[in-house]
């Protein structure tokens, strides 16, 4: 049982360049989610999705764009990376609305140049 | 501008004394979380309070959510090296079905032997 796995764990981007993380979860759950972690910031929401096909904006959206074509894959892109969006990503998910349990991935570490 | 305050930023103790972190917000949560997350992974949930007033305990660590459910403070009885990590703490604000979950920056403990 695999959890919630993430790939890449690493990745350098040059500025203007594009990406896509992928997020898969094994659990079977409905809520997924994609947050950032900044030093000092805590982690922010970028964007959230409540079932396949289904998707919506959290607190910091802008410059991401996501997808959830099947169930247990989610996926982040960065269609024009900017430094700005140096950071390290995270995606969680949970079988309830209320998320109370949010099972978090390792994290994805990226650099924009 | 951190919708959760959390403090000490830091902290360094040595095994066996206690501690204790504080979670604090002007706004009112539904729920409030605590994780605990260790250098180049993600968030681990150590518990979820949904009451106001309403205590916790997990082995050594004390959970207490606010009467009012806008604070939170959890406190580790004899510490360990293990407990080492960053602490951190998530309002939820549950509308339209849907659980969103703000994060606080963190506390990072460290535990010497």
């Known amino acids: 049982n695999a959890g919630v796995t993430q790939t890449p764990k690493f990745r350098v981007l040059k500025t203007g360049q594009s990406m896509t993380l992928l997020c898969a979860q094994d659990?079977?759950?409905?809520?997924m989610y994609w947050y950032r972690q900044d030093p000092g910031m805590g982690l922010r929401l970028i964007h959230y999705?409540?079932?396949?096909?289904?998707?919506a904006k959290g607190e910091v959206p802008d410059g991401y764009n996501v997808s959830r074509l099947k169930k247990q894959n989610f996926l982040l892109g960065l269609e024009s990376a900017a430094p700005s969006q140096t950071s390290v990503y995270f995606c969680?998910?949970?079988?309830?609305?209320?998320?109370?349990?949010?099972?978090f991935g390792p994290g994805t570490r990226l650099t924009v140049t | 501008t951190q919708l959760l305050e959390q403090s000490p930023q830091f902290l360094s103790i040595q095994e066996g004394e206690n501690l204790t972190v504080y979670c604090n917000s002007s706004?009112?949560?539904?729920?409030l979380q605590w994780y605990r997350q260790e250098p180049g992974e993600g968030p681990v949930l150590l518990v979820t309070?949904?009451?106001?007033?309403e205590v916790k305990k997990l082995k050594r660590l004390t959970f207490q959510f606010g009467d009012a459910r806008k604070d939170s403070s959890l406190h580790i009885t004899a510490a360990q090296t293990g407990d080492t990590g960053l602490y951190l703490c998530?309002?939820?604000?549950?509308?339209?079905?849907?659980?969103?979950?703000?994060f606080g920056s963190g506390t990072k403990l460290n535990v010497k032997p």
């Open positions: 706004s009112v949560f539904s729920s």
């Open positions: 999705s409540v079932g396949e096909g289904t998707t």
């Open positions: 309070v949904v009451t106001g007033g």
């Open positions: 998530a309002g939820g604000s549950y509308r339209y079905n849907f659980n969103k979950f703000y």
């Open positions: 659990m079977n759950h409905e809520y």
């Open positions: 969680a998910s949970s079988y309830s609305p209320q998320g109370y349990e949010q099972y």
